[in-house]
């Protein structure tokens, strides 16, 4: 028994740090100022700034190549390649800042970007390979077992702008995206030096040095990562392209693209919850799956919780819309509405993807998953091709929300599909249990908030956190085995 619980104690203790101080900062970053910036700027405006976002996310291949990823799945094996792998990878991302610079403006030029939204575009792509920098010294950390030191690196730059952006806004009653394109700039780059301080405190490592020597060459490194950067531009691909079809081909697609960021911020924001959990699955499945340890009792114990979270949202926002949105936008929360619903209804599938596809990696699937993520972009992109192609200036947001949703189930279920299949056990069908369970208490819960309440915003919160108490539901999440293997009779994992 207490094998088949291999690590999950140490799990959340280290997941409480990193889940605390990112759930104080980054949300409310997200909810209060991020979103009031975006309500100060207005739909065309925003619209115009978020998907230049997304392309210089969906570029990040050419700044990443797969490096972070693949870094802490090797040094969660071989933590000796941090003086010699980790820096060979981290002079390579360095040299790939060019290359990922002159991508990202060719693309912006040839998809017929003004100049003015090229200058944001090339100060995006510079934020870009700072944030790069500082997640692979977060890979670094990860690896290791610096949990605590990469929790507060991991809320560094959002802290930052939570008190600068803040300041603007409260002493100022417009805003310019110039300030906010400064304010990351320097967040980043706080966050980067603190990051590099922190590796070389922790391992008294010399980035500037020659590596020591290694089986890994740069070209080695570089080729088995890249399978990890093209998985990830297969999955941005169909997570953010949509954005950027939106406001190029959708009739008033500037305006549509603005409506439909504000129901993408709080999908966001959401998706931070299961982001976490991914951060230290990595690197846990990787540790136990050498040693031969069971993983199911860890992935699905996770699973349930973010089930719960992603079905309570996703009601909420399908029986509430416009109330929940009002929370945190002053206007357009009508206009915003229809596609918000279906992009929180693919939050929850997206959320269960953390917990299968990082399975995969761990088990070194990564062909596997990018063939699955393939067919989840191919399907997106046609299917957004073919609707925005007839949509109306009204609704295009709305089908590409729902297009978004369809390809999350398509590729999560396959994911979780051939988990099962790697790893049989009658323990899996928990997981349909607690989603069964939950969908039709939730379901109860908020019919019957909208059948003897008004639609308002108390509504919505009170619908909210009525259904995330579910989980404490007998049946819904098996509270007596959650607290039995988290004793310390139960724990097993060797310290990092």
């Known amino acids: 028994m207490a094998q088949r619980i291999y690590g999950l104690k140490k799990f959340f203790s280290h997941l409480s740090w990193l889940m605390v101080l990112n759930l104080l900062i980054k949300p409310t970053y997200l909810l209060l100022v991020d979103a009031k910036i975006q309500d100060v700027l207005g739909p065309e405006v925003w ?21 972070s990823s693949h870094m802490t799945r090797l040094l969660s094996q071989e933590p000796h390649e941090i003086k010699g792998a980790f820096i060979k990878g981290w002079k390579s991302k360095i040299g790939l800042i060019p290359l990922y610079l002159i991508v990202l403006m060719a693309m912006g030029w040839a998809l ?24 692979y010294a977060r890979s670094g950390l990860q690896a290791l077992g610096a949990h605590v030191a990469d929790a507060w ?19 100022f009653d417009s805003f310019q995206v110039e300030w906010l394109l400064v304010g990351t700039s320097g967040a980043l ?6 990051g590099l301080w922190r590796l070389k405190k922790h391992t008294r490592l ?3 040095s020659r590596a020591d020597e290694t089986k890994h060459s740069t070209r080695s490194i570089l080729r088995a990562s890249w399978p990890y950067a093209l998985l990830f531009l297969l999955m941005m691909t169909y997570h953010r392209i949509d954005a950027i079809m939106l406001e190029r081909w959708a009739p008033n697609g500037e305006t ?16 931070m919850i299961g982001f976490l959990f991914a951060t230290l699955l990595l690197p846990y499945f990787t540790r136990m799956l050498k040693a031969k340890k069971d993983v199911r009792p860890l992935a699905i114990t996770v699973s349930r919780l973010l089930w719960v979270g992603g079905s309570s ?27 918000f619903s279906w992009l929180m209804l693919s939050f929850a599938i997206f959320a269960q993807g953390y917990v299968f596809s990082t399975l995969l990696t761990a088990r070194g699937d990564i062909h596997l998953l990018n063939r699955l993520a393939f067919a989840g972009a191919a399907a997106n992109i046609v299917l957004n091709g073919l609707w925005l192609s007839q949509a109306t200036a009204l609704n295009a947001g709305w089908g590409c929300a729902l297009i978004s949703a369809g390809t999350q189930l398509l590729v999560v279920g396959l994911q979780m599909g051939f988990v099962f299949r790697f790893h049989p056990g009658k323990s899996w ?4 249990k607690t989603a069964g369970l939950h969908l039709i208490l939730a379901g109860t819960i908020c019919w019957a908030f909208s059948r003897w309440a008004d639609a308002n915003q108390m509504t919505a919160v009170a619908s909210l956190v009525s259904c995330l108490l579910l989980g404490l539901f007998p049946g819904v999440i098996n509270q007596r085995g959650l607290r039995a293997l988290l004793t310390d009779k139960m724990n097993t994992f060797a310290d990092s």
């Not at 619209?47 to 797969?66: A, E, K, Q, T």
């Not at 003015?116 to 995006?124: A, D, P, Q, T």
């Not at 690196?153 to 002493?171: A, E, H, K």
């Not at 909420?316 to 929940?324: C, G, H, R």
Request: aromatic share 16%; charged share 10%; proline share 2%.
């Open 47 to 67: 619209g115009r700034y978020f998907p230049l976002v997304s392309l210089g996310i969906l570029l990040n291949i050419f700044l990443d190549m797969g490096l």
């Open 112 to 135: 017929g970007y003004s100049s003015n939204s090229l200058k944001w575009l090339f100060w995006i792509g510079c934020n870009q390979a700072l944030l790069s920098g500082v997640l």
């Open 153 to 171: 690196i991991s809320i560094t730059d959002r802290f930052l702008l939570l008190v600068g952006m803040g300041v603007l806004l409260l002493n």
């Open 189 to 194: 780059g706080i966050a980067l030096l603190t």
């Open 206 to 208: 010399d980035l500037v």
């Open 256 to 271: 549509q693209a603005g409506w439909y960021a504000m129901g993408y911020r709080l999908f966001e924001a959401a998706n």
């Open 313 to 339: 949202v996703a009601w909420v926002s399908f029986m509430f819309p416009d109330a929940l949105l009002s929370v945190f936008y002053s206007t357009h929360t009508q206009a915003a509405a229809p596609a």
């Open 429 to 432: 069908w928990t997981i349909g």
